[in-house]
């Protein structure tokens, strides 16, 4: 048996240092305890930044960082055994539910733990992480990119860029197909031939998380920026290039209508659903014309000659960005009353509330042209009409791609959250002076969408020349004029 008094390196025997205060060997310096104290320093410890939101239960602390201990001493075992302590402590502390999952080797058992954070911490990036790579959204080398704040580097390209299409022809005569206003079916021009769809409602198109797609995109050290695309007509076998912004286009050869459906360099996603139209190209010109008919403009014919001497109307698809938001609300209500020596207010007593409240389909146009201003005042559209994508619906109207990405589109949507939560909850006591209510809305998590929404366009050419833009919203017919713009003929 192996004194472990007798010295690992010259076999002489140890004896206690009283100087030292150490067990030492004489002959050769060696202490075990220098050793040990020389392998720990040289043994990596794990990152135990804490990811954890809100207070954390002393003994629940305690006991994860004595199962960091065990990590530091290669014992995982014990270590997953405080880890489960500590959430006896704490139920909800995210990182030793965090390091549980990190520690098993089923994916079942990590899938609850992550489950776990999440349910109580939505947006917790540790968390989401493990889940793309369990689901495969992200491997495990671009998870690991992602633990930083740089930006990707934007790469504009100069060349058109390679692109796949699809065809929207009919399957029988191979005509081209076109959509039904009334029905909403995917119909032949030629044959007659009927693809019957059901509309799809607003809340069975998922949203994507937004705080995984910002992962997803770390991973990616490069954002591709696109200003053609080359298209290739598998009908007339004609090539041509296409702008960025265009999802969809006719051959000016064949007539063929081609949908793009992804580039060589993946540079765009596809929309999630699209909002049919149900303003005719009729009814929208009905519309721009009972507007120039008002007395605004009316009153503006005296000064200017404004009548509209032709125009064209074109329908369109434009993508907007739809956000779901979940914020933690902070209201601060400030009680105050008259002093009865001064006359003056003052203030009495304060209170603040803590809770969470939502916003639901935020829109934000993700085009910059037409100008968001304008964009606006034709309102909003109704979502329950959504139906999920499918590129032959773009069989009669073209569409645009988004020029505006979703991580800029949230930085608006967090605006208009924050302000529609103040606007909401500090007009509960509005024309009360005794109370005076602040709320600050933290935005905490949010989802998006990629929506198709139906608009009618309109070039409008005045008698003196002037050129105006007009926009219908092409679910409720409501107009927006634009300002005249000299064309300085």
Known sequence: MKDELNCPHCGQRMTYNLRESKLMCAPCGYSPLDAKMAQQANSPRRDIRLTHRGDINPNALAAFRTGHDHLHHDQPDKARESFKRALYFQRDFADAHLWLAELSQDEKTKREHLSAVIAFDSSNPEALRQLMVLNGRLTPEQAAQTHHHNEPQVMRVEIPITTQIKALLCPICSGNLTVDEVSGHVECRFCGHSEQRQPTASSGLNGDSLTMALLERKANPVRWVIGERLLHCNECGAERTLPA?????????????????????????????????????????????????????????????????????????????????????????TYKGTSRDSGFVRQRSQTQTRFTDGLYDVLVPAVTSPPQPMLDRIGRFDLNAAQAYDPRLLARYPAELYSIDFDKASLEARSIVSREMRRKHEAKELGDERVEIRVFAAVQQMSFRLILMPVWVATLIEEDGDLRTALVNGQTGRVALGKAQKTGS
């Open 245 to 333: 912004r265009k999802l969809s286009h006719d051959c000016p050869f064949c007539g063929s209508t081609h949908v793009i459906l992804q580039d060589a360099l993946g540079s765009f996603e596809q929309p999630d659903g699209l909002v049919p139209f149900k303003i005719s190209r009729q009814q929208a010109g009905e519309s721009i014309k009972n507007v120039l008919g008002g007395m605004v403009q009316r009153i503006a014919n005296l000064f200017d000659n404004n009548r509209v001497k032709r125009a064209t109307l074109d329908g369109v698809y434009l993508p907007y960005w739809v956000f779901d938001a979940v914020a933690d609300i902070t209201e601060t209500r």
